[in-house]
Every structure is written in structure tokens, then in C-alpha cells.
């Protein structure tokens, strides 16, 4: 009966603290702020994420054009690159924030893209959660 129980004992240790834990493995995030000024566009740094990634960027313009945009790009690591899976068109002069569902782990980054070719700057946030 005593090896029963201790037997019930490591099980019931391995339930409450291991599998827990693979839980929180399983899940993270990765979030850091810059800034960006351009006349055309701008990478930010890679980022390796877990499954069904999302990504939230934050911009907060300081110098931009009232008719021009920045459209943010996530981009995703490939073999021979990177390939665009995410846009969104933001305004260059008022603050934003956009939020994108990835649908696979990977290494991503943020471009930036100013198509106006006008001198832009300002502040980035950039999280992916995972």
C-alpha cells in the first residue's frame, strides 16, 4: 500500500507543478519601444514568436504629412527572405494603434513604408504575444 501511495504521490506531482509549467512555456510575448524616422520606409528587428501569434503596433507620430499614410507591414522569415502576411494603412500625423492575427509561429518583423517619399518620424511600440 505504501508504494501505491507514493507511486499516486509522484503522479499527482508531476500533474500539479510539470504540466502547469509546459503551459507557461507554451505562451509568451516579446515587446520593445524605438523610434523611426524616414523618407521611404523602415525595418524593425526580428522576433521569433510561438503559435497564433498576434501583433500590436503603436505609432506616435512627431513629423509626418496630413495627406500622406504609413503603411505598416508584419513580415515573415522565409528561406529565400521574407514575405508581407499582414498591412494596414495608418495616418502619419495622428497616433494608432494596429493589431494583427498571425496565424503561425515564425520570426517576424515590422516595416514600415511611407509612399509619399516625405520625411516622417516619431515613436514605435511594437508587442507580439504568443
Same mark, same amino acid.
Given at each position: 500500500?505504501? &508504494?501505491?501511495? &507514493?507511486? @499516486?504521490?509522484?503522479?499527482?506531482? $508531476?500533474?500539479?507543478?510539470?504540466?502547469?509549467?509546459?503551459y507557461a512555456?507554451?505562451?509568451? +510575448?516579446?515587446e520593445?519601444?524605438?523610434?523611426?524616422?524616414?523618407? =521611404?520606409? !523602415? /525595418?524593425?528587428?526580428?522576433?521569433?514568436? =510561438?503559435?497564433?501569434?498576434?501583433?500590436?503596433?503603436?505609432?506616435?507620430?512627431? *513629423?509626418?504629412?496630413?495627406?500622406?499614410? $504609413?503603411?505598416?507591414? $508584419?513580415? &515573415?522569415?522565409?528561406? +529565400?527572405?521574407?514575405?508581407?502576411?499582414?498591412?494596414?494603412?495608418? +495616418?502619419?500625423? *495622428?497616433?494608432?494603434?494596429?493589431?494583427? +492575427? @498571425?496565424? *503561425? &509561429?515564425?520570426?517576424?518583423r !515590422?516595416? @514600415?513604408?511611407?509612399?509619399?517619399?516625405?520625411?516622417?518620424?516619431?515613436? $514605435?511600440?511594437? *508587442? /507580439?504575444?504568443?
Open positions: 500500500m505504501k &508504494k501505491f501511495k &507514493k507511486t @499516486l504521490t509522484a503522479i499527482a506531482i $508531476i500533474f500539479a507543478v510539470l504540466i502547469p509549467g509546459s512555456l507554451a505562451s509568451g +510575448s516579446s520593445y519601444d524605438s523610434t523611426y524616422s524616414m523618407t =521611404g520606409g !523602415v /525595418f524593425g528587428k526580428w522576433i521569433t514568436t =510561438g503559435a497564433a501569434p498576434t501583433a500590436t503596433v503603436t505609432l506616435t507620430p512627431s *513629423k509626418g504629412d496630413s495627406a500622406a499614410t $504609413i503603411t505598416v507591414f $508584419i513580415q &515573415k522569415k522565409t528561406d +529565400s527572405g521574407y514575405t508581407d502576411v499582414a498591412s494596414k494603412a495608418v +495616418s502619419s500625423t *495622428k497616433s494608432s494603434t494596429s493589431k494583427f +492575427s @498571425l496565424s *503561425k &509561429k515564425g520570426t517576424y !515590422v516595416y @514600415l513604408r511611407d509612399y509619399a517619399g516625405q520625411p516622417m518620424s516619431g515613436d $514605435i511600440t511594437v *508587442k /507580439f504575444k504568443w
